[in-house]
């Protein structure tokens, strides 16, 4: 019986099980599972060390697993590699400075087994005007374009990017996304590492926290935000003496509290527990906002709890 390729290979841009990778005694990527759809645009965060650029050296095969497995569309990193289904833009590794920006491009799409063509290339990357310069002559932010056109030469199923728009400015920021985003829009999955969190909050459909080589959350940005449960109060009182100000910092399920003048900012685990009890001190809040907590918010609790608990 001949079959096709089986449903779950069908489905997967990328999975990793119980992968692990140490440098010496360093644990980079520590048991990490996942799974990435064909058209998720993912958000891979985390602080510094946290495995970000190890996942993706994993994923790219540059590195090999000491144990568990990473596939891409089902085969090896390299297999999918050959085949050009995966365009890569790397923080490492410096480009070729002898040759022109459209030499390099050229190159790049003649490599390529499902090429575009050079000028839509240029075009897309918003360096047709500077083609012409030497690769050494440009500046960050240039490199940065010149680097998301390699990764773009033919036509890939996943996009890989490793903190693509450090250096780039607002409007070449805003520029890269958008075209990030059509390139999902056409069934590719994009997986980017960063560190800029309003990027991930806009643009990612899904966000993976890796801290010390493991996934503390996988979900939407929104889903993420409720994750870390934590909330924002503020309010004004008449008046705060030394007294009532010592009270408040007694406040159950506080994370933080600044006061200012007559008003009141604070972060709660339980927001209504800590309103509830700020009543029953006999004041009376006015003004009083609770928000959620923006997604760098929520990213700092949730890596500064896994800390904490880590510690103990
Ligand atoms: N080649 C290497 N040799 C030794 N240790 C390494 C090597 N590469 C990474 N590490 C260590 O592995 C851990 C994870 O590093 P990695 O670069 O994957 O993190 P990251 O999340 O990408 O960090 P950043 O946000 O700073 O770029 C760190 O503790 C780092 O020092």
Redesign the pocket.
């Known amino acids: 019986m001949t079959t096709t390729s089986a449903p779950t290979v069908a489905t997967s841009a990328v999975s990793f099980e119980r992968v692990t990778k140490s440098?010496?005694d360093?644990r980079?990527?520590d048991g990490l599972t996942l799974d990435l759809r064909p058209g998720e645009t993912v958000a891979l965060l985390?602080?510094?060390?946290?495995?970000?650029?190890?996942?993706l050296?994993l994923l790219l095969g540059l590195r090999r697993p000491d144990s568990g497995t990473v596939r891409v569309f089902g085969t090896s990193p390299r297999e999918a590699i050959a085949e050009g289904r995966v365009g890569a833009m790397l923080?490492s590794g410096g480009l070729m400075g002898e040759v022109t920006v459209r030499e390099l491009v050229e190159l790049a799409c003649a490599l390529h087994p499902r090429r575009h063509r050079v000028s839509d290339v240029l075009a897309r990357a918003g360096i047709t005007e500077i083609a012409g310069r030497k690769v050494d002559k440009l500046s960050g932010g240039q490199e940065q374009r010149v680097r998301f056109a390699l990764a773009t030469a033919g036509a890939n199923d996943l996009i890989v990017l490793?903190?693509p728009t450090t250096g780039m400015d607002v409007t070449a920021r805003q520029a890269f996304w958008a075209t990030m985003r059509e390139q999902a829009d056409q069934g590719r999955a994009v997986l980017f590492?960063t560190?800029y969190l309003e990027e991930a909050d806009a643009i990612a459909d899904r966000v993976l926290v890796?801290h010390r080589?493991r996934l503390l959350a996988d979900g939407t940005a929104a889903e993420i935000k409720a994750k870390a449960g934590a909330r924002k109060v503020s309010f004004d009182l008449a008046e705060i003496d030394a007294d009532l100000a010592a009270r408040l910092r007694e406040l159950p399920f506080l994370t933080s509290l600044d006061v200012a003048g007559r008003t009141v900012r604070l972060q709660s685990a339980d927001a209504d527990a800590t309103v509830h009890a700020l009543y029953g001190l006999g004041v009376y809040p006015y003004n009083l906002e609770v928000a959620g907590l923006g997604l760098e918010q929520a990213f700092v609790a949730i890596t500064a709890a896994e800390e904490a608990a880590s510690a103990c």
Do not use: C, F, I, R
């Open positions: 440098y010496d360093v980079a990527v985390g602080p510094n060390g946290a495995g970000k650029s190890s996942t050296d923080q490793d903190e590492a560190h890796l080589g």
